[in-house]
T-cell receptor, first 117, second 115 residues
Framework: DTAVSQTPKYLVTQMGNDKSIKCEQNLGHDTMYWYKQDSKKFLKIMFS???????INETVPNRFSPKSPDKAHLNLHINSLELGDSAVYFC????????????????FGAGSRLTVL | AQTVTQSQPEMSVQEAETVTLSCTYDTSENNYYLFWYKQPPSRQMILVIR??????QNATENRFSVNFQKAAKSFSLKISDSQLGDTAMYFC????????????FGTGTRLKVLA
């Protein structure tokens, strides 16, 4: 039973298209994240949501729009895709309520590799 | 600003040997947590070990242990009896609380275990 699941795992698309990546966690965590991992493996936070509210919004083009319909889901929609958007996008979750337990550990999804041609 | 530095982009070790991956960080925070994550070729990010900054005792998890030197802001990972399945990218991460959890990752060390 996958804790953090992302779909799709692979996405190949043309420049200018719009695409979405979905993420769901069944851990009961209250905080979810999107990270971008570039070709050099550098991991950079994009967004963080706590109980459906946007908490962290790093310097990310406004073509990227996260949506959290409930605290178990965090989707990422990307408009007008560009070549530089090619990367692996990781969804993750943690629980802010109990910081002294293992719940502050980030649990990652398997990643979604986006290739923009 | 918080920073995490992994100065070894690549390392290799013979199977059954011991290897140490280094990580240093910079922060003015007093309460924070440190983690090592492993990313094998499957690309799944997996937690290896976790250390609370307020605990002096070094964390251990089976063959994995850390050397946490708070004053030196150093958090190295030791892998004993290396196995082929340990081949992966290893990321050091620093987490502090500022309204929410804020995680900063190092640039990673690619470890190859040789048969």
């Amino acid at each position: 039973d996958t804790a953090v699941s992302q779909t799709p795992k692979y996405l190949v698309t043309q420049m200018g298209n719009d695409k979405s990546i979905k993420c769901e966690q069944n851990l009961g965590h209250d905080t979810m994240y999107w990270y971008k991992q570039d070709s050099k493996k550098f991991l950079k936070i994009m967004f963080s949501y706590n109980n459906k509210e946007l908490i962290i919004n790093e310097t990310v083009p406004n073509r990227f729009s996260p949506k959290s319909p409930d605290k178990a889901h965090l989707n990422l929609h990307i408009n007008s895709l560009e070549l530089g958007d090619s990367a692996v996008y990781f969804c993750a979750s943690s629980d802010y309520r109990d910081r002294d337990s293992g719940a502050n550990v980030l649990t990652f999804g398997a990643g979604s590799r986006l290739t923009v041609l | 600003a918080q920073t995490v530095t992994q100065s070894q982009p690549e390392m290799s070790v013979q199977e059954a040997e011991t290897v140490t991956l280094s990580c240093t960080y910079d922060t003015s925070e007093n309460n924070y947590y440190l983690f090592w994550y492993k990313q094998p070729p499957s690309r799944q990010m997996i937690l290896v070990i976790r250390q609370e900054a307020y605990k002096q005792q070094n964390a251990t998890e089976n063959r994995f242990s850390v050397n946490f030197q708070k004053a030196a802001k150093s958090f190295s990972l030791k892998i004993s009896d290396s196995q082929l399945g340990d081949t992966a990218m290893y990321f050091c991460a620093f987490m502090y609380v500022s309204g929410t959890y804020k995680y900063i990752f190092g640039t990673g060390t690619r470890l190859k275990v040789l048969a």
